[in-house]
């Protein structure tokens, strides 16, 4: 039997050792190993100029990304932020790290993006902002949560941390908000280890966001000579990655293209032999999407059939997974946020949502894990649940 093919498989482009040891000898002639050095103003000038974004500054998470463009946002105790309970912790957390409350609002089945139609039942005289996170690297309906937050005067913080590279009729995710929040976590398209960026879309947010992510001093100006000394001006952390991690990311950037493109096609490939197959439901977007080819996940019909699926497809030499855990069902998401609407999508998807394989080079082995997946489906049949639930009473 021929090794696993796991969920993910990290692309290495080649030339991150020669970047990070040119950091190294940097280091050795007055360059900084510490954040902000040359890699890291390189990587935030090519993404401005690739994704069209008015700024970049890497950080070292989305979720410090996310935890910035909260303070940026001034949350305040009580204050609420509509976002999906489909999504991964920090979203969410970052806000409750400022006191802010999470409202929770269904997603779509066939996107598991935020349903927007939700929106405006969910906006209280307390909401500030909405967090609509791309799954999948899919985008939402950005034109009509735009619309939504201008007429109530929210902001909107996207959580692009899959999103890089897709677009929305014509535009990069994560320079559409106010902000935008990416990851280059080893688990995404292109990485760094652990890494990220935010992206700041209006002018009025730049020169605080700077001091938020250096501690709250204001080094940043004093480093371009703008300052005389730096002092303690605000609320901040330390949010900036190592010059090392900019080298490494420099690296993939270089091949972003590449990666997308294999990444794509591989979607297209399982897309290919999944859909029109009445046993699992795949995903479906608007047409002026171009997808990145993050993910790709399929519904199975009914909850029951999933740990066996995955199991038998383990056996096959195929892991698939299923994904989050909704929040609103979680411990602290219970405690700390509130669900506006039914959940219905929400909690049916993810009981049933499994994801395949997926990195630069599977596209040679898509057909196996389809042949096998259809193999598994069509062997599940309704009755045989039938049969096992009234065993189990
Ligand atoms: C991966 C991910 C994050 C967190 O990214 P880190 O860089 O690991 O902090 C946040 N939100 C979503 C939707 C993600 O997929």
């Known amino acids: 039997m021929s090794e696993i093919i796991f969920l993910n498989k990290v692309f290495i482009s080649g030339q991150e050792a020669a970047y990070m040891q040119q950091a190294i000898e940097g280091s050795k002639t007055g360059g900084v190993l510490s954040g902000d050095g040359s890699f890291t103003h390189q990587v935030s000038r090519f993404l401005e100029k690739r994704l069209n974004a008015h700024k970049v500054l890497l950080t070292h998470s989305c979720t410090a990304a996310l935890e910035m463009a909260a303070i940026l946002a001034d949350i305040q105790p009580g204050d609420e932020v509509i976002m999906p309970s489909y999504t991964f912790v920090s979203t969410a957390n970052a806000f409750v790290l400022r006191g802010g409350v ?5 997603v779509k089945p066939d ?5 927007e139609s939700l929106i405006e039942a969910a906006i209280t005289d307390k909401t ?3 967090v609509p996170v791309h799954y999948a690297g899919a985008p939402c309906e950005m034109d009509t949560i735009m619309e ?3 007429q109530y005067g929210l902001l909107v913080i996207e959580d692009a941390a899959q999103g890089i590279y897709s677009t929305y009729k014509g535009r990069a995710l994560g320079t559409i908000g106010d902000f935008g929040c990416f990851s280059f976590h080893e688990t995404k398209n292109i990485v760094c ?3 990220g960026a935010l992206l700041i879309n209006r002018e009025e947010f730049a020169a605080r966001a700077e001091i938020v992510r250096e501690k709250g001093t204001d080094r940043s100006a004093f480093m371009r000579g703008d300052a005389k000394k730096y002092t303690w001006q605000d609320v901040g952390s ?4 190592s010059d090392m991690s900019a080298a490494f ?3 993939q950037l270089e091949k972003g293209e590449e990666i997308t493109q294999q990444r794509r096609k591989a979607w297209e490939l399982y897309d290919q032999r999944f859909r029109g197959s009445n046993h699992i439901q795949v995903p479906s977007y608007g047409p002026e999407t171009v997808i990145n080819g993050h993910i790709y996940f399929g519904l199975l019909h009914e909850a029951s059939e999933r740990k066996a699926f995955i199991d038998e497809m383990r056996r096959g030499g195929v892991q698939t997974l299923s994904h989050y855990v909704p929040l609103h069902s979680s411990p602290a998401g219970s405690r700390y946020c509130r669900v506006s609407g039914s959940m219905e999508h929400t909690e049916s998807c993810a009981a049933r949502l499994v994801r395949f394989p997926m990195f630069c080079g599977v596209e040679s082995s898509v057909d196996m894990i389809a042949d096998l997946a259809l193999k598994i489906l069509s062997n599940s ?3 045989t649940h039938a049969e096992s639930g009234q065993l189990t009473v």
């Open 249 to 251: 990311l420099l690296a």
């Open 381 to 383: 049949t309704p009755s």
């Open 238 to 241: 330390s949010y900036l990655p």
């Open 193 to 195: 280890g652990e890494g």
């Open 148 to 150: 939504i937050a201008a």
């Open 111 to 115: 996107s598991l993006n935020m349903d």
């Open 102 to 106: 999470p409202v929770f609002i269904d």
């Open 128 to 130: 500030k902002a909405i």
